[in-house]
């Protein structure tokens, strides 16, 4: 079994799938981890719908931008996840906001992302994180109901291609000692 640590370097965002179909058990194991995600006061405020719906899938990859190197996966990956958030429940306290970002939400979408990402690549599935596509559109498509908002769509399959790790900067480039 792999280190955390080597999951963590090995990730990747994969935007090309092959065709084999993720079993349904090892889907549930991945989304079980979800559970698991720290958040504001354990507000777990999101919500996740998956879609294997091929047409759906396809009616969301029409709300993506033009340009983007994930289109394809939408489509492609078979199982889509779409990251929603609760609003007004993660950095809020009796219905009040406590914390100078205001709703805290889109820091929990992204500890729940990540966490899902990671398990995916330590069962040798890969993911990608988009953000690039119109939220209304595929909001509305997807009938996320008021009060909540369409964060995130994570395609999950098994890469294609796997591609060579980005270049990263030095741990000298973003640490500071006792100060900034």
Not at 111 to 127: F, I
Not at 153 to 164: F, R
Request: hydrophobic share 45%.
């Amino acid at each position: 079994m792999k280190s955390v640590i080597e999951v963590i370097k090995e990730r990747r965002s994969i935007r090309r799938y092959d065709t084999r179909e993720v079993p349904e058990a090892v889907v549930t194991n991945l989304l079980e981890t979800l559970r698991w995600t720290p958040s504001w006061a354990n507000t777990q405020c999101w919500e996740v719908i998956r879609i294997k719906d091929k047409e759906l899938r396809e009616k969301i990859a029409e709300a993506s931008f033009k340009g983007n190197p994930a289109n394809k996966a939408l489509v492609e990956a078979p199982v889509l996840l779409a990251f929603c958030a609760k609003l007004n429940t993660s950095g809020f306290y009796k219905g009040e906001v406590t914390t100078k970002f205001g709703d805290w939400f889109m820091f929990d979408l992204g500890l729940a992302a990540q966490t899902l990402c990671l398990s995916a690549q330590s069962l040798g599935l890969g993911t990608v994180i988009i953000g690039l596509f119109d939220h209304d559109k595929a909001k509305k498509i997807l009938a996320v109901p008021e009060g909540y908002e369409l964060v995130a769509l994570i395609p999950i399959g098994y890469p294609a291609h796997i591609p060579s790790a980005p270049k990263r900067k030095e741990l000298s480039e973003i640490l500071h000692d006792n100060a900034f």
